[in-house]
T-cell receptor, first 115, second 114 residues
Framework: DTGVSQNPRHKITKRGQNVTFRCDPI?????LYWYRQTLGQGPEFLTY????????KSRLLSDRFSAERPKGSFSTLEIQRTEQGDSAMYLCASSEGQRGDDEQFFGPGTRLTVL | AQSVTQLGSHVSVSEGALVLLRCNYSSSVPPYLFWYVQYPNQGLQLLLK??????LVKGINGFEAEFKKSETSFHLTKPSAHMSDAAEYFC????????????FGTGTKLQVIP
């Protein structure tokens, strides 16, 4: 088990371009979460999946953002028409169970810079 | 809505000194509480969690935290700081019971001075 992996680790793009990030959770983890972290802030919840079903989306997730988890394994987060305000670290986490106290295992994140 | 407040965005301690990182939560019912650590260029790692089983929770790397309902606090401590403890620490909360989203505090950067 190699932990949660995220690709790419860094992405620089121009405003208006689309970007896609990938997250590979720990195998057999049912739950997968996406967070956004800006400088000086803690991670902010964006969305989470139970297997392939997207169960909750934050109001932070505007219609330019879309996340998928086809087949309940890896997940992708796409941002369309990027804006400078989208610059942040995007974190992915996974957990085995469905309890509120289940540990979430985090990936190293994808740092997005929008020029 | 659940929330946590971390007092002090930066804390400096000397190597060997006591580490105390403060976290207060806002909830009408005792929630689940967590402390995570984030080293540079790495993902967050769980240090410890409170799930109502015991008020004093021991975690990894010699850290512990005490849940105090009367003070709505969950402060993180370590008796003797080590250089390797330098990192950013996040307190987090989720409502007791079934899963709901985790809310993180703004973080405290710990500097350890040799």
């Amino acid at each position: 088990d190699t932990g949660v992996s995220q690709n790419p680790r860094h992405k620089i793009t121009k405003r208006g371009q689309n970007v896609t990030f990938r997250c590979d959770p720990i195998s057999e983890h049912n739950r997968l979460y996406w967070y956004r972290q800006t400088l000086g802030q803690g991670p902010e919840f964006l969305t989470y999946f139970q297997n392939e079903a997207q169960l909750e989306k934050s109001r932070l997730l505007s219609d330019r953002f879309s996340a998928e988890r086809p087949k309940g394994s890896f997940s992708t987060l796409e941002i369309q028409r990027t804006e400078q305000g989208d610059s942040a670290m995007y974190l992915c986490a996974s957990s085995e169970g469905q309890r509120g106290d289940d540990e979430q295992f985090f990936g190293p994140g994808t740092r997005l810079t929008v020029l | 809505a659940q929330s946590v407040t971390q007092l002090g965005s930066h804390v400096s301690v000397s190597e060997g000194a006591l580490v105390l990182l403060r976290c207060n939560y806002s909830s009408s019912v005792p929630p689940y509480l967590f402390w995570y650590v984030q080293y540079p260029n790495q993902g967050l790692q769980l240090l410890l969690k409170y799930t109502s089983a015991a008020t004093l929770v021991k975690g990894i790397n010699g850290f512990e935290a005490e849940f105090k309902k009367s003070e709505t606090s969950f402060h993180l401590t370590k008796p003797s700081a080590h250089m390797s403890d330098a990192a950013e620490y996040f307190c987090a909360v989720t409502p007791f019971g079934g899963y709901q989203k985790v809310t993180f505090g703004t973080g405290t950067k710990l500097q350890v001075i040799p």
